[in-house]
């Protein structure tokens, strides 16, 4: 059983990205189509794809993005927050990541969103990863 979801979707994603691979194979879970969706949004993922598998176990297809020079879009994918250490911040607190170059991504009560749609909303909430 895996703990922690999110933690090894972003490193899946950031080995294929390493390795320069077009297509990365995660597992499926309703936060991480989330997080998907705000990498989508801002730019550093082409796009994904829900697949259906065996036994009803479903897997996510990422398109990773490169520039011209053959590098990856993403520079940085961190976890934030861990099973053992959640970190909660208030919308003042995640304005701006890396001088508004980098994405905060927070889980709030409106759904898994970037930090800037979390502080026009003015809400907060569980940071789960910032990319950059």
Not at 34 to 41: D, I, S
Not at 68 to 95: A, H, L, Q
Request: overall charge positive.
């Amino acid at each position: 059983m895996m703990n922690d979801m999110i933690a090894d979707a972003l490193t899946r994603i950031r080995n294929a990205a390493l390795r320069k691979l077009e297509v990365a194979t995660l597992l499926h879970s309703r936060t991480v189509v989330g997080v998907l969706n705000v990498l989508q949004q801002k730019e550093y993922i082409t796009g994904f794809k829900v697949i259906d598998g065996q036994n009803n176990k479903k897997t996510i297809q990422v398109e990773l993005k490169y520039d011209d020079n053959e590098k990856s879009v993403i520079n940085e994918i961190t976890r934030v927050s861990k099973p053992g250490r959640r970190v909660y911040k208030n919308f003042s607190d995640i304005k701006t990541f890396k001088n508004g170059y980098g994405t905060i991504i927070v889980s709030t009560n409106k759904g898994v969103i970037a930090n800037d749609e979390a502080y026009a909303a003015k809400v907060g909430g569980e940071v789960l990863c910032t990319v950059w």
